[in-house]
């Protein structure tokens, strides 16, 4: 009989713990201003952005990637992202594509302008920077630049 009550305390507790973590998930997830509208920039490379991932500003989340597609005429990559409604984003605002590390994902780093006018629902952000091959980059620096001149260091 004790058995069983302590069983039951258990799984009490058990479910208690569950729910308090989902609540605490629920309110952290998104936008927490209870709001949000849509943004959408072009880039030309977006490399380990995934739907789903952080809109920071200053390193704050503001919003979210909701999507992505390939404009078929200029074969660049648009991103589809919520912003938060108590974020106004100066219509001169630039986007770019950061890296959280060399390991880490990616997310879309946001620097506010400084136009009177702010971006409206559905508006697109028109300077951007895409993300950067560190591959690319470490070839370059190991294998020289591809352009007849040998690496820093080296002996041709």
Do not use: C, W
């Amino acid at each position: 009989m004790s058995s069983n009550l302590v069983e039951t305390l258990i799984g009490a507790v058990v479910i208690g713990v569950a729910a308090v973590f989902l609540a605490f998930a629920y309110s952290n997830v998104g936008p927490s201003t209870g709001g949000s509208y849509e943004l959408k920039a072009s880039f030309n490379r977006v490399d380990g952005l995934a739907t789903g991932a952080d809109v920071r500003i200053s390193g704050i989340k503001v919003g979210s990637v909701t999507g992505q597609s390939l404009d078929p005429v200029s074969f660049r990559a648009t991103i589809h992202m919520t912003m938060a409604n108590n974020i106004e984003l100066p219509d001169d605002s630039s986007a770019k594509v950061a890296s959280e590390g060399l390991l880490g994902g990616a997310y879309i780093a946001i620097e506010p302008g400084g136009s009177d006018k702010n971006l409206g629902h559905g508006a697109e952000i028109r300077y951007t920077q895409g993300s950067v091959d560190l591959m690319g980059l470490i070839s370059r620096a190991v294998f020289g630049s591809g352009d007849g001149t040998a690496p820093v260091g080296t002996n041709p």
